[in-house]
């Protein structure tokens, strides 16, 4: 017996693929520091719009993707990815009636945390990377923040479509 796939599912499944690449898109070195954390910020609104397809689970999964491509630490972003996915669910009732300014809001204290490991996994590695006191460190935070409505509108109307 064939067991029918959801078109949620593939809505989900593409929507972060094309943020994955998003991610691996090189940019020029002036304008590294501003990516926003493209996979994240697509994390965190399948897990606030549909909680009950993407769970901590798959945030895991996902981030041990993310660690094979970038050669990182394996589980250094599954991890990450874990505790975003877990609060962003955690929060989702609450955060999806708030307005998209305070969910931009809700997303930048959101992936404080998320930086915040990826911080301490690296240090605790001994890899020098941005500096945490340096403004370069936490811009993705900022532009994720400031592209959060259009992100938004984009997912949400992928999500309608499917």
Excluded: C
């Excluded at 994390?43 to 901590?56: D, F, N, S, T």
């Excluded at 009732?93 to 998209?100: C, E, F, G, L, S």
């Excluded at 998320?114 to 370069?136: A, H, R």
């Amino acid at each position: 017996m064939s067991r029918k796939v959801s078109p949620i599912f593939y809505a989900i499944s593409g929507t972060l693929l094309a943020a994955l690449i998003l991610m691996l898109i090189p940019l020029p070195d002036w304008a590294g520091p501003w990516r926003p954390d493209w996979l994240a910020i697509t994390l965190i609104y399948w897990a606030m719009a549909r909680p009950e397809h993407l769970g901590v689970g798959i945030a895991w999964l996902l981030g041990l993707l993310v660690d094979v491509v970038y050669g990182t630490l394996l589980g250094q972003y599954a991890l990450g990815f874990a505790i975003l996915a877990f609060i962003t669910i955690r929060f989702h009732t609450r955060a999806r009636n708030y307005p998209i300014h305070q969910q931009a809001m809700f997303v930048g204290v959101t992936l404080l945390p998320y930086m915040s490991i990826l911080l301490w996994i690296q240090g605790i590695q001994g890899i020098q990377g941005e500096d945490p006191k340096s403004w370069t460190y936490w811009a993705p935070v900022l532009t994720s923040m400031l592209m959060w409505p259009i992100v938004y509108k984009v997912l949400r109307a992928v999500r309608k479509a499917s």
